[in-house]
C-alpha cells in the first residue's frame, strides 16, 4: 500500500538524490523535498545517512544498499516501485553512481520501466575541476586509483598522453605512494592539482609541477589527510626552445600575409620542423 508521503510525487519513482560532500548547507531545497516525500530512502550506509536526515528531521525509513548487497537487493527495490512506492538513493557523500552504489538498482529500474529522476548536486570531482585551474573543455573522471603500485603505474602508462584533463580519487593513506608512481612515470614537470576536504573547514586545493607537489605534501601531515581529489594536467607537446633562427625569421616574414596556423605549417615543411612546436612559438612572440 502506498504511503500518503508520495503526494507530493506523480507517480512511482527512483530519484538519484546528490547529499553534501562536507558542508550540509549544500544540500538543495529540493532534495530535501523529495527525502521527506518519498516511501524508502535506499542509502549506503543507514547510519551514516541516519545523521543527515537527523539534521533535517527528516523521518523517512532507510534501506541498506551497499557494494556488497546491490546486486541482490536491487531487485527487491525495484519490486517496491512496480508496487506503486517511491525511492530517493543517495550515497555517503556527493552524487550517486560516481565511484558509489547504484548502477545495478538503475539499470534494473530502467529495463522494469520504471521513471528514473537525477538531481543535480554535489560532487567532488566537478566541484574540483572548477576551481582546480586545469583546461576543463575536456576531462575524464577515472575513478579511484588501484591499490597495488603497479595497476597505478598501467594507468599512468595509459594517460601519459591523453591531452584531456584527468582526474582521480585517492585516500589518504596511500597518496604518497600514488604520487611516488605518478611521478616515475609522468616527470616531475606534469601538473598536477591536489585538492581535499572540498566544502569543510580545511579545504585545500593545490596546484604545482608533480616533482614540487611531492616534496609539498610530505612537508606536512595534515595535508595527507582527508578525501582527496587528484587533477592531471593533460598532455602538452614540449615547445622545442631552440628553433633555428632562421626558421623563426622565416615565420615572422609569412605570418605578415598568411594566418598564423598556415605560416607555421609552411615554415614546419621548409626547415623539416614540427609545425606544433612553430605555431606555439608564434602564438608567445608573434601575437
Known sequence: MTSNKTTYIEQPTLFIVPTPIGNLGDITQRAL???????????????????????????TRTFALHDHNEQQKAQVLVDKLLAGESIALVSDAG????????????TQCRQAGVKVVPLPGACAVITALSASGLPSDRFSFEGFLLAKSKGRKDKFMEIAKAERTCIFYESPHRITESLADMLEVLGPEREVVLARELTKTYETIQGLPLGELVSWI?????RKRGEMVLLIHGYREAVNDTLPDEATRTLAILVKQLPLKKAAAATAEIYNLKKNALYKWGLENLE
Open 33 to 59: 523535498d523529495i527525502l521527506n516525500s518519498v516511501d524508502i530512502i535506499a542509502a549506503e550506509d543507514t547510519r551514516h545517512t541516519g545523521k543527515l536526515l537527523s539534521h533535517f528531521n527528516i523521518q
Open 95 to 106: 552524487t550517486p553512481l560516481i565511484s558509489d552504489p547504484g548502477y545495478h538498482l538503475v
Open 218 to 222: 610530505e612537508e606536512d601531515e595534515n
